[in-house]
């Protein structure tokens, strides 16, 4: 044998050892390498390198595209010579951008006799060089607009400050706001705060179209879109006539009104600036709440026409009740102790009727605990379940720890009225987590016929309300001490027009708040 066949033979057996003894294959480690890619699994991906190196241009692509997810598919492997190359798709969602899908290859090397890769820039983009940076160039479309019902726009600075705050403002974006909003966006650029513009931002302001650029190239341009109106439910008619009955009062007033058959808000408005009463505040609400112990008291089977007692004073658990002013009206009918507004009716009633667990029912049917998704923040209204029969009956006429808003009473004037507790919204498009509870059988005609007699013939009669209207008024006192102030409350429904208002300190409800939803009703 010649010297040259000896040295060929030794060489292709030393081959032969060579990759007997070389781990895994190319395949392998390119699958765990693209596994560690999409999971953004960077101490993952650095074990599969052949060289333990900063990952520096994957950090950068990420953070300056913004990338939200990433697919890896690989192709087939080509190999020889102790290296190996895998090409790739990969598929990158951008935050506020979209898909940017692009291909290259990874090669792979012996090294430590395993299958390593070979990283290079150009690993992560066949474009990609030492250096090089990853940016974005976009072009914003016009923001969309924030309309009322009729379409008109209310978020062009010339509503009314209820309807602003409502809507909200725009200020320049900070850093905080583009970590959250996605690197399309740029530090100054107007972005929505508060309100509807920040709750529906990525609606209104619709995607920018992007340039993904590579130093000075641009490698892919990804069209935006335009942003999408959002549409309220307020009703210009109603916003405007409740501006018109809170307008003049002294003391903080709030009015909220809903159409009872859909749940949509029609109206929102606090005479006062700054903290919204109308959605977040948290009041007591009193004789209003004997709405909703009356719904109780109806499922249970007491009738309007039933004959009660309402003496001066009643001791229900330890706890001494009295009525307003002192009042008495000895053995009348359930209906005209609600038109009257029993305190000694109602607590005492709670107790043999329903207890806590029924009137807890009967609350949360018509909203009470239950998380509000209107489309800008608005406190829940909350009933604890009572804990004694002192605290049931203080709870029966609305006070002990029970606090709601407006909106809240509003939306249980709005479930009377209709037969159906329905989630209330501000944006009729939104997709709502609660579900529709429809009142027990009998309950709405009783509540109609007795809510109807609060203002022909009890504590609403004064106040000059249109025919037709159906209420419950309500005074919630607060504080501490001897003698406490009272809120004044009033709510009730006309027709498919559902409302309530608060007067903050005002007194009485009969007296203060109801003559306030008269003039709404008048001017609507």
């Not at 359930?334 to 043999?352: I, M």
């Amino acid at each position: 044998m010649s010297v040259a066949s000896v040295l060929a033979v030794g060489a292709a057996a030393g081959g032969a050892y060579y990759v007997l003894h070389t781990r895994g294959t190319p395949a392998e480690t390119a699958q765990r390498f693209a596994a560690a890619w999409q999971a953004g699994d960077k101490g993952a991906m650095t074990k599969e390198l052949a060289k333990a190196q900063p990952l520096t241009a994957y950090d950068q692509q990420r953070s300056a595209l913004a990338v939200e997810s990433t697919a890896i598919e690989l192709g087939r492997v080509t190999e020889g010579d102790g290296r190996a190359s895998v090409p790739y798709t990969a598929k990158l969602e951008l935050k506020n951008i979209g898909k940017w899908t692009y291909e290259g290859k990874i090669d792979l090397v012996v090294a430590d006799r395993t299958w390593k890769v070979d990283w290079k820039p150009s690993t992560l983009h066949p474009s990609l060089t030492s250096g090089a940076e990853f940016s974005l160039k976009t072009r914003w479309p016009e923001r969309a607009a924030i309309t009322d019902a009729e379409g008109s726009r209310i978020d062009d600075g010339t509503a009314g400050g209820s309807v602003q705050q409502l809507v909200g403002y725009l200020v320049k974006a900070t850093k905080k706001d583009v970590a959250k909003l996605g690197s399309s966006y740029k530090v100054g650029q107007a972005v929505g705060s508060h309100g509807l513009q920040a709750t529906f931002q990525k609606q209104l302001a619709g995607t920018p179209t992007t340039e993904i650029k590579l130093g000075d190239k641009t490698l892919k341009t990804i069209e935006g879109a335009e942003g999408e109106p959002v549409e309220t439910s307020l009703d210009p008619r109603a916003q405007a006539a409740a501006v018109t009955a809170v307008k003049d009062m002294k003391k903080p007033t709030s009015l909220v009104a809903i159409k009872a058959s859909t749940g949509e808000i029609l109206a929102v408005v606090n005479n006062v600036g700054g903290f919204n009463r109308a959605l977040d505040g948290r009041y007591p609400p009193g004789s209003t709440f004997k709405a909703v112990t009356a719904i109780g008291l109806l499922a249970a089977g007491v009738s309007p026409q039933d004959k009660v007692t309402c003496p001066m004073y009643a001791t229900v658990g330890g706890l001494k009740v009295r009525n307003s002013d002192k009042e008495e009206f000895g053995s009348i009918s359930f209906l005209d102790s609600f038109a009257h507004s029993c305190n000694t009716t109602f607590a005492p009633l709670a107790q043999s009727k329903l207890g806590a667990a029924k009137l807890l029912d009967a609350a949360e049917d018509v909203g009470f605990n239950q998380p509000l998704t209107i489309g800008v923040p608005a406190t829940k209204a909350s009933f604890p379940k009572a804990q004694s029969d002192a605290e049931l009956a203080a709870e029966s006429f609305g006070q002990a720890r029970i606090t709601a808003s407006p909106l809240s009473m509003a939306s249980v004037a709005a479930a009377i009225a209709d037969g159906t507790w329905r989630p209330p919204t501000l944006v009729p498009s939104m997709k709502q987590k609660l579900s529709e509870r429809e009142l027990p059988a009998k309950v709405k005609a009783g509540m109609h016929q007795m809510m109807s007699a609060v203002v022909t013939k009890g504590t609403a009669r004064s106040a000059g309300l249109p025919a037709g209207t159906h209420g419950k008024t309500g005074t919630a006192e607060f504080g501490t001490g001897e003698k406490l102030e009272s809120h004044a409350w009033f709510m009730g429904f006309k027709g498919d027009v559902a409302f309530a208002v608060v007067v903050e300190g005002g007194g009485g409800g009969g007296a203060v708040a109801a003559p306030v939803a008269a003039t709404f009703l008048k001017n609507y």
